[in-house]
Structure formats: structure tokens, C-alpha cells
């Protein structure tokens, strides 16, 4: 999600192989380079796809004598998006070529935001073909994975003034609609909020499922939607049978 | 959705063959014959199918000479859902059988609900493989079509014992989430309000996008969710950078 101070981050650690067959994974990913630079990858999709790609990402980073350009070293957020974008594509292409049939397909989709010293913060989302969308004024937030049930609360409530506290309430009601309704996404979540032109590493942490201020907001958000749905006016029900209807 | 006081069904008329060939046709038929029963039926997917299968049902309930049991004949709800199963599964075989390959397929899934005398009302929401399944407490309503956007406000705000005008309060509210979300989704909305144990039709009607009371709600509950939001409490920043995070 893009506020005017900064970037907020937030992932879910539930996948799943099947619904007998679920695991606690990270899913988010931070390179930094203090002073200069901080990026936030997040993905979404087949896990020994996602894996790959952050961990070809983060050995060229650890690599500096390499000459291959890493995360750390190219020059600008567009250039990171279409280091990982072909990263992602290279992963997806080679699972595919070994002819191997899979139940599912090993296609997966990223969040990447962060800024670059010189530039502006950015926020992308990156499709399995290897192309990418930015974020702007009109669609100020990304969504992978399960997007529908949190997205109306995303739609109505998204501020681009919010604070960071504000924000990670925001994030927090709308994952808990999802968990409420999907069984493939589940706490606990991992967050990252980058201020604007920090170029480091900003909040990071992680909410338990037994954490008290999710588990408070989760009970009093439904008290506070009924309460909202009650201050509405009821419909009036005057209406006469309509002989089309029958 | 099943009340304590009775059955409150509502659809959209949206209906589409492609992003640019959109159309309006309802999808909400009933039966009555007052005094002995009313029965509702919506359908969501293939409209061929959705609307042969209803006229074949209306044929049959109009030719009472003919010894063809019809909705207007059968003896409980049980049997009703049969009946309209059974018409959905020959009507989608039928299709199938031609050999057509058609973009899409043309299945279809449908809500049946109503009463019939001696009986209590019963929800049903019906497969297109011809099985179906009943409302109860755990599951006191049923969403076919694009069911996700809606939902997170209707597992919060459901209540047994909601008045009809409330419910279709509610209603609304969930389908203007949906509406905000997806494109197939559109008004008007047909709704019937059925009365237990008064076996004939009740409060029917459409509610059409400039109805007064729906532009309302809509505006009030954007504003309305975001002052919730606002109720609960801020999350608290005071966590470290983690380790692990990076």
C-alpha cells in the first residue's frame, strides 16, 4: 500500500499443498543497504517458485565481486522490478521446461516496493509473464494471492494521508475478512513500513494469531460493522407483489 | 437467507457473455399457489441453462391436465429441490451432449427456497451436478455467482433474528461491495421477502442503481466503515527491525 509518507507491507505465512497438507512460510523478503536503498519483496503463488527467485535475488546481492548487477546495485526502482520480473520469469520457465506435470502450476506473483537514493518510493506488481504494473494515485494498493474477501474494506477506508498505525489497522481487519473466509491464508502476518526517503529498513514485526491487539480488533471490528450497518436506515419494504416476479 | 421469520432472497440482473456484451435479465423466479406454497428460485452461470431450466418448470406447473409432477405439485421443499436438480442436471447434459464446444461451459448453480404447506421453509442451493445442499444454523445462508466480495459483511452481520427490512439492508450493502469490485455484477436487484407459515408470496420487487434508499446506503456505508475504523484502536509501532526480515 502506497501512503504519501512511505510504503506499508504486509504478508500472510500460510501455504498449503492441499488442505491436509498446510505450512508457516515467509513470504515477505527485505534487502537494504542503509542510506541508499530498501526494498520489500512479497509473493504469492507456487512457494518452490517464490523461494527460488528471492534466493537467486539474494546471492547476487551477497555477491559483490560478482559482476552481475544484484538488487543492491541497480540504479533505480524500475530497474529492480525488471531484475526480479525476469528473475521470476527464468524460475517459472525452467520448472516448466523439464516437461514435469504438476497439479498446480508453478506460476506466482510479486509485490516489490522500496525506493532508491535519487528516487522516488515505488510500489510494482509483478505478473508469472515477466511484465509489471505500478502503483498510482488511481490504484494506490497492490493485492496478490487471496484478494477478493479484504478488498472491499481496502476500497472504502485506503487513505493516502493514513499514518502507519492507521494503515496496519487497515491491513490487519482486511486480512482478518480473508482468514474468516479462506482456509489457504492464515496469521501469522509479517509487516514492513518504509518512510519516505529513510532509504533503510523502517518497522518490521510480525502479528500472532493470539496476538491481543489483532485478536481485540478482530472481535470489536465485527461489533463495529454491525453498529455501522445499524446507524443506516433500514429499507422500506412497501413495495407491492410485482406480477413479473411470478 | 434463512430468518427466523422467514426467507429473504435477493439477485442481481447482470449478465454477460464478455466484458463488452453485458445485459439485464432476472434471475429470480417464483411459484406460488397461495395458501399451499411459494417457492423461489435464482440462478447464477450459463443463462441458456438457468433459463431453460425455469421454463421447463413453468411449463410443467401450467399444464396441471399433464401427470408430469410440477413445483405446484410436489409434496415437500425435499421434493422440490429434487425436481429443479433434476431439470438443472438434464438440461447442462443435454448441452453437453451436442458435442458444441462453447468458451464457456454451461453450467449453472441455483438457490431454492420456500415452503409448502404441512412443512416448514426450507434453503436450498443446488449443484450443477444435480446434488444440493440445505441451509442450517451453521450455514443460514447461501451465495452463488461472485460470492466473495459480499461475504465478510454477511458472516458479521447475520443475525436469525433480523426484520425482513434489516436483512434487506444488508443485502444491499453486500451486493454494493460486489458491485464496487466486479463488473459482472449490476443492477437492479430483484428481492422477495417470503414469510413463514404465510405460503404465499411476500414483499417482492426491484431496487434499481438511482433508487434513493440504494445511492444512500451505498455513500452512508463508505462513510460508515471508515468512522468504524477510525473507533478501534491504532496498531502500536514500537517493534524493532527484525533480524530474520532481512
Same mark, same amino acid.
Given at each position: 500500500m502506497m501512503l504519501d509518507r512511505g510504503l506499508v507491507f504486509m504478508s500472510d505465512t500460510r501455504t498449503n499443498a492441499g488442505l491436509d497438507n498446510i505450512s508457516t512460510f515467509r513470504k515477505m523478503a527485505i534487502w537494504e543497504d542503509p542510506g541508499e536503498r530498501s526494498i520489500t519483496l512479497m509473493s504469492a503463488g507456487n512457494l518452490a517458485t517464490t523461494q527460488a527467485v528471492v534466493s537467486l535475488l539474494d546471492e547476487r546481492s551477497k555477491?559483490? /565481486?560478482?559482476r552481475t548487477p544484484s538488487l543492491l546495485g541497480v540504479p533505480s526502482m524500475f530497474q529492480a522490478a525488471r531484475m526480479v520480473a525476469d528473475t521470476l520469469r527464468e524460475v517459472i520457465a525452467q520448472h516448466a521446461d523439464t516437461g514435469q506435470r504438476a497439479d498446480s502450476t508453478f506460476n506466482a506473483t510479486l509485490i516489490l516496493g522500496g525506493q532508491i537514493k535519487g528516487g522516488p518510493h515505488r510500489l510494482f506488481l509483478i505478473y508469472p509473464e515477466g511484465n509489471f504494473i505500478e502503483a498510482a494515485k488511481d490504484t494506490p494498493f497492490f493485492q496478490i494471492? /487471496?484478494?477478493?474477501?479484504?478488498?472491499p474494506i481496502l476500497v472504502r477506508a485506503y487513505?493516502?494521508?493514513?499514518s502507519f498505525e492507521a494503515a496496519m489497522k487497515l491491513l490487519l481487519v482486511s486480512f482478518d475478512s480473508t482468514l474468516k473466509a479462506n482456509l489457504t491464508v492464515g496469521a501469522p502476518f509479517d509487516f514492513h513500513c518504509y518512510e519516505t526517503d529513510s532509504l533503510k529498513t523502517g518497522w518490521t514485526g510480525r502479528v500472532a494469531s493470539d496476538d491481543p491487539y489483532f485478536q481485540s480488533v478482530s472481535e470489536r471490528w465485527g461489533d463495529a460493522l454491525r453498529d455501522a450497518l445499524d446507524m443506516l436506515p433500514d429499507f422500506a419494504l412497501t413495495s407491492k407483489p410485482d406480477p413479473d416476479a411470478l
Open positions: 555477491s559483490p /565481486e560478482d494471492g /487471496e484478494t477478493k474477501y479484504g478488498r487513505d493516502p494521508q493514513m
